[in-house]
């Protein structure tokens, strides 16, 4: 009996634990990009697809298994590295395998750098490409959608977050579940997932943003700055780290995130729960905006201060965030969150604070009224 590579027995393994649950017959989609990771997956969830339920009590109902490949047009002959993803995933039997190209608006966020007030590249393209995979989901009725990321991906993640400043949900790193996408490999290596295609005969693209000139590499230093963010972190910072405190790091701050995912879990419900506590339901016919207007039902939150001051800061300040967000879709940072805190803990009369997208808090009569942007 041939033996199996290893790498491989990890990754399907680590399929087979998200499989487990499902209904028979479900259809499980894996995002392909073309690259190690996610051809990996897809090797993965077609070998573990049709298992799926077996045990030593009861045989196996299996999954359907697809594939869904995003092209995102970036780069010359995206059009031919999505096709050969394709026919990969086909050639292991996924079906269907369904590929599509973002729209040219998706993209404006993404070529030629940042758009003046708008997100940077990294983040248009996962907003475009999560936007394709919650269409095609919607179209074949798909139960789970399966992500290639990696122990190193979470690794970097960290890292990222460190140095924003970041929080405990931020420094959390990357869920391994959320609503219908699952994250198997995050506990491989990306050198896990380069051997499962090459024991599988795959022929996993290389992307050239990724190729960053690492210490003492050969490379042009000029074409450092120019690449991705992440990738800067992976070909250098990654290394560097590795050389100076020794092997081990990149799992090292995967074990930071999964504990700070606990920890923030745990903060997060105390949070929601203080803010049910903690909101008024009756705020009166006429709540004071400074305007002499009046406000709708669904324009202001209304919060008891007494109750928030009663609480320890790391939850009166997530309570407070939740609370930002029912009146702004923009993200708040920490100095938006501390000028809230301050109106609870630190009243000296001060003016409203200002949140995002217009939104604005103010104090008065021992409450906090968080108020929508007037239209």
Not at 38 to 54: C, F, K, M, N, Q
Not at 317 to 329: D, N, Q, S, Y
């Amino acid at each position: 009996m041939a033996q199996i590579d290893p790498a491989v027995r990890r990754a399907r393994s680590a399929v087979r634990g998200v499989l487990a649950g499902l209904p028979a017959g479900s259809l499980v989609l894996v995002a392909c990009s073309g690259g190690a990771d996610s051809l990996a997956l897809a090797a993965a969830l077609a070998y573990e697809a049709p298992r799926a339920g077996r045990s030593v009590r009861a045989r196996a109902h299996g999954v359907r298994a697809g594939a869904v490949v995003v092209d995102h047009g970036l780069q010359e002959g995206s059009d031919d590295v999505a096709a050969r993803a394709a026919e990969q995933c086909r050639g292991l039997g996924l079906d269907p395998v369904v590929v599509r190209r973002t729209a040219p608006t998706e993209r404006m966020g993404v070529t030629g750098g940042r758009v003046p007030g708008g997100p940077g590249p990294e983040a248009a393209a996962r907003t475009a490409r999560y936007g394709v995979l919650e269409q095609v989901t919607a179209e074949t009725g798909a139960e789970v959608v399966l992500l290639g990321h990696t122990l190193d991906d979470q690794a970097e993640q960290v890292l990222l977050g460190l140095a924003r400043g970041a929080g405990a949900r931020s420094l959390a790193g990357i869920p391994a579940e959320r609503g219908r996408y699952r994250r198997p490999f995050l506990g491989l290596r990306r050198t896990d997932t380069e051997a499962v295609c090459a024991a599988s005969g795959l022929d996993h693209w290389v992307d050239p943003t990724n190729l960053v000139p690492g210490p003492g590499r050969a490379g042009d230093p000029g074409d450092v700055g120019a690449a991705p963010l992440r990738s800067q972190v992976r070909g250098i910072v990654m290394p560097v780290l590795e050389d100076v405190l020794g092997p081990g790091v990149a799992e090292a701050l995967a074990r930071s995130a999964s504990q700070l995912r606990d920890d923030a879990d745990a903060l997060d419900a105390l949070a929601a729960d203080l803010l049910a506590e903690a909101r008024v339901r009756d705020v009166g016919e006429s709540p004071p905006d400074g305007t002499g207007g009046a406000l709708g039902a669904g324009d202001v939150v209304v919060l008891d201060v007494t109750v928030l001051a009663s609480v320890p800061a790391a939850v009166r300040r997530r309570a407070l965030r939740l609370a930002a967000h029912e009146v702004t879709a923009a993200p708040t940072t920490a100095r938006h969150v501390e000028a809230l805190d301050a109106l609870v803990v630190a009243w000296g009369g001060q003016g409203p604070a200002h949140l995002p997208g217009g939104a604005r808090v103010e104090r008065a009569c021992g409450r906090l009224f968080l108020r929508r942007e007037r239209a």
